[in-house]
């Protein structure tokens, strides 16, 4: 069975950073590109970050672009997204969810974990 | 960006009746070189994560109740349950993956019974 935990969130203040990890079980880890989605409160979904199995290739939202940085750690089947400058604007539940296929599909998702960027 | 906007927001459909959510895309979705729709349905009922029920618009995912339909192609879509029953009850978006992995979504449509 697919299991996708996340873990890292919090409250930060305006221009801090946070880790938030995202440890998966159930699927050959490696084989997957992974991606972070987010949610804030009474918005909609937004995607955030993407990266593919072997970590060689990332992309971002611009609205996050130059302040996150996606990554993983195929040897403990961990994705990352290590988030900096945090904003107001970044108060959201952040989810990561594992592709499918060679289009990407978002096809499981974790429970999520929540950031507070507030003073 | 592709902008997804769903209709309605809200819906309240009685038990045992149909319940239709539309989703439009700014631009086409269907890719083709391999005529797919690059288009899915989520549901996501309340403290659970989002669930994946329909992708290329129409396929249902393996254990999905077959009163989940989707149709449509291009730059309108839509889910279609035929007959609700009360654990239907939850929040559906519909998301194009056709700029993947710059994917967008659908605002959402809440569900409820009337």
């Known amino acids: 069975e697919v299991q996708l935990l996340e873990s890292g969130g919090g409250l930060v203040q305006p221009g801090g950073s946070l880790r938030l990890s995202c440890a998966a079980s159930g699927f050959t880890f490696s084989n997957y590109a992974m991606s972070w989605v987010r949610q804030a409160p009474g918005k909609g979904l937004e995607w955030v970050s993407a990266?593919?199995?072997?970590?060689?290739?990332?992309y971002y939202a611009d609205s996050v672009k130059g302040r996150f940085t996606i990554s993983r750690d195929n040897s403990k089947n961990t994705l990352y997204l290590q988030m900096n400058s945090l904003r107001a604007e970044d108060t959201a539940l952040y989810s990561c969810?594992?592709?499918?296929?060679?289009?990407?599909?978002?096809?499981?998702w974790g429970q999520g974990t929540l950031v507070t960027v507030s003073s | 960006d592709i902008v997804m906007t769903q209709s309605p927001d809200s819906l309240a459909v009685s038990l045992g009746e149909r319940a239709t959510i539309n989703c439009k895309s700014s631009?086409?979705?269907?890719?083709?070189?391999?005529?797919?729709?690059?288009l899915a349905w989520y549901q996501r009922k309340p403290g659970q994560p989002p669930k994946l029920l329909i992708s290329?618009?129409?396929t249902r995912e393996s254990g999905v109740p077959d009163r989940f339909s989707g149709s449509g192609s291009g730059t309108d879509f839509a889910l279609t349950i035929s007959s609700l029953q009360a654990e239907d009850v939850a929040v559906y978006f519909c998301?194009?993956?056709?700029?993947?992995?710059?994917?967008?979504f659908g605002q959402g449509t809440k569900l409820e019974i009337k």
């Open positions: 631009r086409s979705v269907l890719y083709s070189s391999n005529n797919k729709n690059y």
């Open positions: 290329w618009a129409s």
């Open positions: 998301q194009q993956y056709y700029t993947t992995p710059e994917y967008t």
């Open positions: 990266i593919s199995g072997s970590g060689n290739n990332t």
């Open positions: 969810a594992k592709t499918r296929g060679d289009q990407w599909l978002l096809s499981y």
